[in-house]
């Protein structure tokens, strides 16, 4: 066999600094947190038994009614063990005289003792019945409870070491010793080697079915980018809305509009369609890094086209691949977020942030050349060269607007939910050849985002199922006691929203706090849905703030055009913005909804 070094292969494997920090850290939490965390009160820690327990509560009262009717007579042993002559005695005695009982015979003393004796000893048995019953109860009683706490105890170890494997699994997203899928496959495998859980339990994230839409939608963008037809919509947009550079803007956010319910990669929809349509228009009216020229246009274009990715991203449940993963934590919690919920609850503010954030930037950033009739000639020139709208063009076309329309309202009107609308957009497209198996294979994003995804969602899932999520929950709930739900939960979410600053990640940012903080919300009395939906859309708004907090920051960044510090000032202004948009436009909105 030849040496793959010799060939100039060179090393394939994870990088070993960072592995060995990241199974550090994993390793000592793992062994030490089950030694210095003593397991909670029970008020606090219930474990995975809480349900059993509300379902054994629910038993008991049924049981209760079922009594009722019971308690109003003697039970039936007590009736056959009583004497039958007894009532009839107690019927028909009479008083009679003193003389009169002098007279009884020797033989009926004989029967009344008897009678007696017989009379005592029942009431013997019946008492000694009665305590062995209770014994047996209390017993019984006391054995369920003692393993009702082993079960809870070695649930809070389970949950401990779940965490430990949780926790290295995020710092390895984030430090990266190896592609993002393989650090979650290996998150997987390490939850059932190590017997935190079974197997089947391991692999269940797989199952989940918003997790297919996503993988779904992937493959529509390949049928976008594929087919041309994401290109032309944004030259139709730059030739419509194209004559200034404020409406140049605006074009991009219309792009961005249109393409994100059917690309759910914020990278590939900025990085892949909108970046080499506007660096090529910078370049074209003379704005490069390289000369001093950033100002003139590219500035500006690439700090408002990031920013509308990311509204863009919290406006559509299929926009970002992370979302499914936070509708799945919410799910987690009983609260049924679908995409046409997610939609109506975000189409408000998220407009007015489209509206807003461009303006904001044009004045805050303003570029130097801010007339730009090149671009709408520059659009028209390239839609001419690509000609005329291609079948497969039309017939994607089709095919969004009909799983668009499903979407919307097929779950109200026809019983389909989200996925399998998109199971049938995508049997369409590879029926019409628009798509063929092969691109279908070939679109390793989506096989990607599939492993680390189902396998971050099974983990935070199993966290909440051993009751480590509500116990933070109460802990944390408790210590805000005293306040009001609305306070408290713009406190939260303020919180999770620049707690972003240490994620490289918008997806290890939800997984590692979204769950835990949308457990406080509702113990802090928030509604929950519309908890669920705020860290939902913040989930997606706060990467707004760092050049390094989504996929698409270090592309957009790395072209040159705005240095480093002014990223972060505007960074930071622009999610002041965003929370204000979408906290006091949003709220009034919900309010209308009725979800508060």
Not at 274 to 300: C, F, H, Q, V, W
Not at 457 to 480: Q, T
């Amino acid at each position: 066999m030849s040496n793959p070094e010799s060939q100039g292969g060179g090393w394939q494997g994870a990088k070993p600094l960072r592995l060995l920090a990241t199974l550090a850290v994993g390793c000592l939490l793992y062994v030490i947190l089950p030694r210095v965390a003593p397991v909670p009160d029970a008020k606090f820690f219930a474990g995975s038994a809480a349900a059993k327990a509300k379902n054994g509560e629910k038993g008991a009262k049924l049981g209760e009614k079922s009594a009722k009717p019971a308690d109003k007579s003697k039970p039936a042993e007590a009736k056959a063990a009583e004497p039958k002559s007894e009532p009839k005695t107690e019927l028909k005695a009479e008083p009679k005289p003193a003389a009169a009982a002098k007279k009884l015979s020797a033989k009926e003393l004989d029967v009344q003792r008897i009678e007696a004796e017989a009379r005592v000893k029942f009431e013997a048995a019946a008492k000694a019945k009665a305590e062995a019953e209770a014994k047996v109860k209390a017993e019984a009683e006391a054995k369920t409870k003692a393993e009702a706490e082993k079960v809870r105890q070695a649930d809070w170890v389970r949950g401990l070491h779940l965490f430990a494997i949780f926790v290295a699994t995020i710092l390895g997203i984030i430090l990266r010793p190896l592609p993002m899928g393989a650090v979650a496959m290996i998150g997987v495998g390490l939850t059932a080697i190590t017997g935190t859980l079974p197997i089947g339990d391991s692999l269940s994230g797989f199952a989940e079915k918003t997790l297919w839409l996503i993988i779904v939608a992937f493959m529509f963008a390949r049928g976008f980018i594929k087919t041309g037809l994401g290109t032309r919509i944004a030259y139709f947009f730059m030739r419509l809305l194209g004559k200034r550079t404020l409406g140049l803007a605006y074009g991009f956010a219309a792009t961005e509009f249109v393409l994100a319910p059917v690309v759910p990669s914020n990278t590939a929809r900025t990085a892949g369609i909108i970046m080499p349509i506007m660096r090529s228009l910078a370049r074209a009216y003379g704005s490069n890094p390289e000369d001093g020229t950033a100002r003139k246009i590219g500035a500006y274009l690439t700090m408002t086209c990031f920013n509308l990715d990311l509204i863009v991203s919290a406006m559509f449940l299929t926009a970002m691949a992370a979302n499914p993963m936070t509708q799945k934590f919410a799910a987690d919690f009983g609260i049924t977020i679908t995409w046409n919920s997610w939609f109506v609850a975000a189409i408000v503010p998220g407009l007015v942030g489209l509206l807003v954030i461009p303006y904001f930037f044009y004045k805050l950033y303003k570029p130097e050349i801010t007339e730009t009739p090149e671009a709408v000639e520059m659009a028209t020139a390239r839609l001419k060269e690509m000609g005329r709208p291609s079948m497969s063009e039309w017939l994607m076309v089709a095919v969004f607007s009909f799983v668009l329309v499903l979407w919307v309202i097929g779950e109200k009107s026809f019983g389909i939910d989200g996925t399998t609308a998109a199971l049938l957009g995508l049997a369409l497209l590879l029926l019409t050849g628009v798509l063929t198996w092969k691109d279908v294979l070939e679109e390793h994003n989506a096989w990607d985002v599939l492993i680390w995804t189902g396998g971050l969602i099974m983990m935070a899932g199993f966290l909440n199922k051993l009751g480590m999520i509500p116990w933070f929950s109460k802990v944390v709930g408790a210590s805000m006691a005293g306040h009001s739900w609305q306070f408290g939960f713009l406190v939260l979410a303020v919180t999770y929203f620049y707690a972003h600053y240490f994620f490289a990640s918008m997806t290890a940012h939800a997984g590692a706090m979204y769950a835990a903080f949308l457990g406080v919300a509702i113990t802090l009395g928030a509604p929950p849905m519309l908890a669920a939906l705020v860290l939902c859309f913040f989930s997606n708004l706060h990467a707004s703030m760092t050049h390094y907090g989504t996929g698409p920051a270090p592309a957009m960044f790395g072209l040159g055009y705005v240095p480093i510090g002014t990223w972060w000032r505007l960074g930071f202004m622009v999610s002041v913005v965003n929370i204000l948009i979408w906290v006091v436009v949003g709220g009034a909105w919900w309010k209308v909804l009725h979800l508060w």
